[in-house]
């Protein structure tokens, strides 16, 4: 099963969606990021892991890639821990996979599972708006997206473990 969760790449002011693709099959345990991931992306990976672990989830003992797509568009910074890691807890079925579809997430992840403030949350929140989703992200954002619209759902947690009690 391959979860699937949008966020966005930024090019100057515009946010451009991605897909966040996490499959969990069998083969060498470790985690792949593809889709040509800057090294803050390919960082996540270990933010990804220990937040997960924090918030009482572990990896699984399976093969883990993770499709940034499209291939061709350059992902750069932090912001896509927090989408990385839902999409993972989609395919672990710890949260139901079709809650997700409805937003756009980005967020960076501290190891001990809290969700770090990022840049660009209002051209985020205004790129969801346009495609008519939600907004997921960093409870410090939370304000900063708001200015998109005013009618329109925005969850800003605080941790990996608000979001799945939410």
């Given at each position: 099963?391959?979860?699937?969760?949008?966020?966005?790449?930024?090019?100057?002011?515009?946010?451009v969606?991605?897909?966040?693709?996490?499959?969990?099959?069998?083969?060498?345990?470790?985690?792949?990021?593809v889709?040509?991931?800057d090294?803050a992306?390919?960082?996540?990976?270990?933010?990804?892991?220990?937040a997960?672990?924090?918030?009482?989830l572990?990896?699984?003992s399976?093969?883990?890639t993770?499709?940034?797509a499209?291939?061709?568009l350059p992902?750069?910074?932090?912001?896509?821990?927090?989408?990385?890691?839902?999409?993972?807890m989609?395919?672990?079925?710890?949260?139901?996979?079709?809650m997700?579809?409805g937003?756009v997430?980005?967020?960076?992840?501290?190891?001990?599972?809290t969700?770090?403030?990022v840049a660009?949350?209002?051209?985020?929140?205004i790129?969801?708006?346009?495609?008519?989703?939600?907004?997921?992200?960093?409870?410090?954002?939370g304000p900063?997206?708001?200015?998109?619209?005013?009618?329109?759902?925005?969850?800003?947690?605080?941790?990996l473990?608000?979001?799945?009690?939410?």
């Open positions: 099963m391959v979860a699937r969760v949008r966020t966005v790449a930024f090019q100057g002011i515009e946010a969606p991605v897909d966040v693709q996490v499959m969990i099959a069998p083969g060498k345990v470790g985690m792949h990021i889709g040509l991931p090294k992306v390919a960082e996540s990976r270990e933010r990804v892991q220990a997960l672990h924090a918030s009482g572990s990896m699984p399976k093969k883990v993770v499709n940034l499209p291939a061709d992902k750069e910074g932090s912001h896509y821990d927090l989408p990385i890691a839902l999409g993972l989609a395919a672990l079925g710890a949260i139901p996979g079709d997700l579809a937003y997430v980005l967020g960076e992840l501290s190891l001990d599972g969700i770090a403030a660009g949350a209002l051209p985020a929140a790129g969801a708006n346009a495609e008519n989703k939600g907004l997921i992200c960093p409870f410090g954002c900063e997206a708001a200015w998109a619209g005013k009618d329109f759902d925005i969850l800003a947690p605080r941790s473990i608000a979001i799945a009690n939410h």
